[in-house]
């Protein structure tokens, strides 16, 4: 793992990419918005990048872009790697490691969810306050390596609690709707039956996807503050379940993308 992240590492920088100071993972139906407004971009694919997977989900583009957004270094990732793609813990999380290794320390995650909490309505926000992890692997299974963190690290807060407060501070100034709570991390790629809607509700969840969770652990692992926010794309009403597709959850993630982009470039300009 050690030889495939430095290699990684030295490929990136060679294609002048150094010292990023913030990470930012754009997830499902994200980042057109965000990635327009990075200053001198530079643009890599990640089938060029030792060792990175592709990412074969249509929506999620594949490309590693560095820039400058806000005065600040930014190293923003279009497209992450799931489980359900068939890839490992240890591949999907690869990047978290090396963008920690190029130097950023602070890390955005965005993905798109489904809504458990039926106070709330699709098209709206959650900030992620805490996780519960279903999914059948974790990406600090296995060998660990001192120089990349403890064995058993801590996760009794593992969305930092700065980066929280300042995107509270930012959606009520700028009266956005931001919600705060439990997100759920399953194995996918199936949607949910209603009986697992109402599984998860009971266990404290109020949104539920595919992502996020392993990279949050790794963040975590290796000293690195993080924050992620969903947006609500569906509305999941075990009583009045309807079907719905990744066309309709795409869609509005789109909609909502532009409340997402500007809470995340007014965060990054005050780190």
């Known amino acids: 793992m050690l030889n495939q992240i430095n290699e990684a590492v030295s490929f990136i920088q060679n294609h002048g990419i150094t010292q990023p100071e913030v990470g930012v993972i754009l997830g499902t139906g994200l980042g057109t918005k965000f990635v327009k407004e990075i200053k001198n971009p530079v643009v890599i694919n990640y089938n060029s990048i030792p060792h990175f997977p592709i990412s074969t989900v249509e929506s999620h583009k594949g490309k590693l872009i560095y820039g400058e957004l806000k005065g600040k270094k930014v ?37 798109a969810a489904g809504c ?11 900030m992620i306050d805490d996780h519960i992890n279903l999914q059948p692997d974790n990406p600090l299974r296995g060998v660990n390596f001192e120089i990349l963190g403890p064995r058993f690290p801590d996760m009794s807060r593992p969305y930092s609690q700065k980066l929280n407060s300042l995107l509270v501070g930012i959606a009520k100034k700028k009266k956005i709707k931001l919600h705060q709570g439990v997100y759920v991390a399953v194995q996918g790629p199936n949607l949910e039956t209603r009986a697992e809607y109402r599984f998860l509700r009971q266990a404290g969840a109020d949104a539920v996807g595919m992502s996020t969770v392993p990279e949050v652990l790794v963040a975590n692992h290796m000293g690195l503050s993080c924050c992620a926010v969903s947006v609500l794309t569906d509305e999941c009403d075990p009583d009045n379940l309807k079907p719905v597709n990744l066309t309709q959850i795409i869609a509005t993630a789109s909609k909502s993308e532009a409340k997402l982009t500007e809470l995340y470039i007014e965060l990054i300009g005050k780190l």
């Open 75 to 111: 190293l923003a990732m279009q497209g992450r790697f799931h489980y359900y793609e068939g890839y490992d813990m240890q591949q999907i999380t690869l990047a978290v490691r090396v963008m920690k290794f190029l130097g950023i320390d602070y890390l955005l995650i965005s993905n």
């Open 116 to 126: 458990l909490n039926l106070n709330w309505k699709k098209g709206e926000l959650m």
